[in-house]
């Protein structure tokens, strides 16, 4: 249907001034499933697909939320660290103590006055404040590393996000211009449109859907408003060097004997400069009133036949008995 196209196409251009890769959820489910667009079908299929996916994408949001998630634990993760990088420090202090207190209880052994039980104590204490002193920052260490796989995990994601997100675009975004392409390439196949307003006169074709091959005339576009008037001959290649701009030409139009109405002067415009089936085409200016040197003024129409006789020299009728 020819109206559905139209609409459609009307609809691409609209959204087309704001189209930056980006595509409006709003505007894009306004495109119903009824739309009769023939050949057109598969490329409008293909272009309601990538905007579904698109749309999809961004609505689900999983890239994002899993990228949420882990800046959650790493926060998380943060404060764990700080905690203990705390506890490192308290256990050094600790540590401290239990070396003050080894140390004293080592000068005690020394003078006999601590049995050596008590000093085997003293320093299995000692070495137990120390184990857990290392668990403290192997822990510690542990949670940096940690966090360093929780901050490219994120990295990775957020480059997956964008690339995800390009790839949906440039899917969205080749349908939107294949489709604008398509409507295009319909438009030149089956749809006449004219240069020019005015009155369409059909010569061949008589109701509506009958068939027209290509290439055949279908109608004539009469101007509402007079343009210059133009006409088109056809020159025979042979003697047609003397022909050239600027030179007069007289018409004769079938549709007015030139014995009765006379003959309409004109000017040449154009000469083709390479030949068509051993003819070349010229063009001939008119005035707007055709007047003929009989004093008629000829009713202009469309497609008016005739012949042109060009001048291509002015000479006295004696020369041109004598000439070859």
């Known amino acids: 249907k020819f109206e559905h196209v139209k609409w459609l196409q009307t609809e691409l251009q609209l959204q087309k001034p ?3 890769g980006a595509i409006d ?5 306004q495109f119903p499933d009824s739309l009769q667009l023939g050949n057109l079908q598969s490329g409008f299929a ?3 697909k990538a905007g579904q996916e698109y749309i999809r994408f961004k609505q689900l949001n999983v890239l994002d939320k899993k990228i949420a998630a882990l800046q959650q634990k790493k926060v998380q993760l943060q404060k764990f660290i700080e905690i203990n990088k705390n506890q490192v420090f308290l256990k050094q202090l600790d540590n401290q103590l239990s070396k003050n207190q080894f140390i004293r209880d080592s000068q005690l052994f020394c003078k006999q006055i601590i049995s050596l039980a008590d000093y085997e104590k003293a320093r299995k204490e ?4 120390a184990m857990n002193l290392e668990n403290l920052r192997s822990l510690e260490v542990n949670s940096r590393m940690q966090m360093q796989d929780l901050v490219q995990q994120i990295a990775d994601l957020q480059l997956e996000n964008i690339k995800q997100e390009q790839q949906f675009r440039n899917q969205w975004t080749e349908g939107f ?3 604008e392409s398509l409507i295009e390439e319909w438009y030149d196949t089956y749809v006449l449109i004219t240069p020019i307003e005015g009155i369409v006169a059909f010569n061949k074709v008589w109701s509506q859907n009958q068939f027209v091959q290509a290439g055949n005339e279908v109608f004539t576009v009469i101007p509402l408003h007079r343009t210059q008037i133009i006409g088109r001959v056809t020159l025979p290649a042979k003697r047609s060097g003397k022909v050239k701009p600027g030179q007069a030409a007289n018409l004769k139009f079938e549709s007015f004997p030139y014995q009765e109405f006379g003959m309409v002067t004109a000017c040449v415009s154009t000469v083709s400069l390479v030949p068509a089936d051993q003819k070349y085409f010229v063009e001939i200016n008119l005035s707007d009133t055709l007047v003929t ?3 008629y003024i000829l009713p202009f129409t469309q497609k008016m036949l005739g012949t042109a006789e060009i001048i291509t020299e002015d000479m006295p009728l004696i020369i041109r008995l004598f000439n070859p």
């Not at 000692?126 to 404040?129: C, G, K, R, T, V």
């Open 177 to 179: 211009q294949n489709l």
């Open 25 to 29: 959820a709003q505007w894009f489910n």
């Open 293 to 295: 040197n009989y004093g």
């Open 126 to 129: 000692l070495l137990q404040q």
């Open 46 to 48: 293909s272009f309601i």
């Open 18 to 20: 704001m189209q930056n």
